[in-house]
């Protein structure tokens, strides 16, 4: 076992989730020395190409993160590792907080083709395919931006990626609808948190009303612009909005969040010219930070 693989402990608890081997041709063979090939890749950020060889065929690792970042094939896994660790009472639901970062979009993430992209071996659009590949121009050059939902312990529970210069306020409720975590015993999944923390970009009249009628309990200051305005209005203005300094502390862990996911070099800066298969490789890092004990 090399540096940065999966440990027993981890491919035991992956392993029963992956799609069953030994079909036609061999295609899912070695599930573990691909998985750690795509590990390896994800933390050190180096091309495909330059995959050590006891990985296997470089192109044989890529294709199948590209195929299971097209049909959802990721995005299942972690839904799993999340109904796992809920199971196990691994999911601290008492404070989820939303946040984004932007991640530097290398020169070799530009210059996708323009035709959509397919599903390999079928004629459907990948499930995460943008048509603008989630990359925009800011004020750092080609940049995109991970929008995530963490909670208590510093994992994520749902990702979303727009191109860099989109604001955060619109993407809450899409981050906070993307939050789905089934049960083993059945039944609809969890979907709302005991609290809800942001810092003032996500200060919005929509997403306030967006989370007082789901009855969710949320820490959001107040720009000090609109606090102006809203007294200078009177009592048409409204009540002011509650704000709890020491519940708002909490909101260093989504942070913490963003770094474990930064540990990641392919994640921190972005190398993938689809926008799927960046989500993809995000994916794949949240999924290991779960899966680590």
């Known amino acids: 076992m090399g540096r940065g693989d999966l440990t027993n402990d981890e491919w035991a608890r992956l392993r029963s989730h992956l799609p069953k081997s030994?079909?036609?041709?061999?295609?899912?063979?070695?599930?573990?020395?691909?998985?750690?090939?795509?590990?390896?890749?994800n933390r050190t950020g180096v091309p495909w190409r330059d995959l050590p060889a006891r990985f296997g065929k470089w192109k044989t690792v890529y294709e199948r993160h590209r195929r299971w970042s097209a049909d959802g094939t990721w995005d299942r896994l972690f839904a799993a590792v999340l109904t796992d660790a809920d199971?196990?009472?691994?999911?601290?639901?008492?404070?989820?907080?939303?946040?984004?970062?932007?991640?530097?979009?290398?020169?070799?993430?530009?210059?996708?083709?323009k035709?959509?992209?397919?599903?390999?071996?079928?004629?459907?659009?990948?499930?995460?395919h943008r048509a603008d590949e989630g990359i925009g121009r800011s004020r750092g050059g080609l940049t995109c931006k991970i929008h995530l939902a963490g909670e208590g312990g510093r994992r994520p529970l749902a990702l979303l990626i727009t191109p860099g210069q989109w604001g955060?306020?619109?993407?809450?409720?899409?981050?906070?609808?993307?939050?789905?975590?089934?049960?083993?015993?059945?039944?609809?999944?969890?979907?709302?948190p005991d609290?809800?923390?942001?810092?003032?970009?996500?200060s919005s009249r929509r997403n306030r009303r967006y989370l007082?009628?789901?009855?969710?309990?949320?820490?959001?200051?107040?720009?000090?612009?609109?606090?102006?305005?809203?007294?200078?209005?009177?009592?048409?203005?409204?009540?002011p909005t509650g704000f709890d300094k020491s519940v708002y502390k909490r909101r260093n862990e989504v942070e913490r969040t963003i770094n474990g996911l930064k540990n990641s070099r392919a994640v921190a800066t972005r190398f993938d010219k689809r926008a799927y298969i960046f989500h993809g490789?995000?994916?794949?890092?949240?999924?290991?930070?779960?899966?680590r004990s």
């Open 168 to 192: 955060d306020a619109p993407q809450f409720i899409p981050v906070m609808d993307r939050i789905r975590v089934g049960r083993h015993e059945g039944g609809r999944p969890r979907t709302r």
């Open 87 to 113: 199971a196990e009472g691994r999911i601290d639901w008492s404070m989820v907080s939303v946040d984004s970062t932007s991640c530097r979009a290398h020169q070799h993430a530009a210059g996708a083709r």
């Open 22 to 41: 030994g079909k036609q041709g061999g295609r899912w063979a070695s599930h573990r020395r691909i998985i750690n090939g795509i590990l390896y890749r």
């Open 115 to 128: 035709r959509r992209p397919r599903v390999p071996g079928k004629r459907a659009t990948p499930r995460q």
């Open 212 to 239: 007082r009628r789901r009855q969710i309990k949320h820490t959001i200051p107040e720009p000090k612009n609109r606090r102006a305005n809203r007294q200078s209005r009177g009592s048409r203005g409204g009540r």
């Open 195 to 202: 609290h809800v923390g942001g810092d003032k970009a996500y």
């Open 281 to 291: 490789t995000i994916t794949v890092a949240s999924i290991r930070l779960w899966l």
